[in-house]
């Protein structure tokens, strides 16, 4: 398959109004899901053997101003780079001779059997990507038989998503800041099957790239998304500045934690805290019952100069204890940073910029070859560190000298 070019897709990067056709012969639906793992070797696909080539080849698809908005970083980029290079930094010690030619990768998070302990965390805007967007992360998420959580910015609606794969999905939650608006999308969430809630608390961004390439999101694209999230009331006649100018007011960027009792009194999901990097703060979460803590900078986009994931990981695991689940998001370019990851205690991780990577470069196909690609290398270290299961990645396989 040659690699999509997608010109049309410029529009996200220069205020065109409309996104372009499906491809001649894209798959879609179930179709595309059953036949995800019969077309994923043919000849002249994109070749890729690890997630730096996705990077690159993102780079030659996508519009400049489209890629940047995805790879780069807040500010100077500080937290960006140490999410990557802190991982680099903690060296692996492994035994000798333990006899291991197989490893079980088989994860369970709240609840949930998982083929690998790596899911698909929520990016927004997948449709700036790949025409198919959410719907072909999903797909492909079902076909290697882990979790996709979906953003609330994702480009395609609740419903939409929940129809393109059967596979397990969590929804990312931004809240409007009308209660009746979050109410019924929380409700249309559990109606569609998802099966936990994750509220991203660390907001705003400030990024330099997309200030000098002026980045913005098409009309029709953000008119969808607003009317996706339950504002029903908007229509086409708006002006494009109108729907900015509601977008702005429209979001609650000011949580407490009494917001959870309140979407506590309202759902029966799981919830997780996604962008915890303080020991207190998880702390305090679990106090308050929430069944997970995703340990997230929100992938350096949002405050530079805070400490990357991993650095803040085995603190956050020591205070949580077994009474919650932690996750971690960010940083994770390789299978020996998932295995370094777990080491320190965390039940899984979540990739963002790896698949938005691999979605642009090759649709439905890349996100999954780039799970396939981590889940690789996850298993060649554990075999290499004579682990037959997760539960026999433990810290002393780290050098304590490299550990944060």
Known sequence: MKRRKFSGLLALGAGAMSMPALPAGEATGQDAEQAAGQNEEQEGEVVAVCVKDYKELARETLPPATYDYITTGSEDEVTLR????????????????????QANLTATVLGEEIAQPVLLAPVAGLRM???????AAAR?????????????????????????????????????????????????????????IVVTVDLGERKDADRRNRFSVP???????LVDVGHTQLNAQMTYQELLDFNDEAWDLSLSWEFFDWLRSITDLP????????????LRAVSIGLDGV????????????????????????????DRAEVLLDGGVRRGADVFKALAL????????RPYAWALAADGQRGVRSVLRLLEEELENAMIASGCR????????LLQSSSVP
């Open 271 to 282: 919830i997780l805290l996604k962008g915890v990097l303080r020991p207190d703060d998880a």
């Open 389 to 396: 299961n997760l539960a026999a990645v433990q810290p002393d």
């Open 82 to 101: 140490e999410n990557v290079e802190a991982f680099r930094r903690i060296r692996l010690l492994p035994p000798l001779l333990e006899g291991v030619s």
């Open 294 to 321: 995703v340990v997230s900078n929100h992938g350096g986009r949002r405050l530079d100069g805070v400490p990357s994931s991993i650095e803040v990981l085995g603190k956050i695991v020591e205070v949580v204890g």
């Open 129 to 135: 990507f790949h025409p198919e967007g959410a719907l």
């Open 219 to 225: 009309k029709e694209m953000l008119l969808k998304h």
């Open 140 to 196: 492909a998420a079902a076909a290697a038989k882990t979790i996709v959580a979906v953003s609330t910015s994702a480009g395609s609606s609740v419903e939409e998503v929940a129809a393109a794969a059967a596979g397990p999905k969590w929804f990312q939650l931004y809240c409007p800041k009308d209660r009746a608006v979050t109410r019924r999308l929380v409700e249309r969430v559990s109606e569609a099957g998802y099966r936990a």
């Open 345 to 352: 205690g965390a039940r899984a991780v979540l990739i963002g």
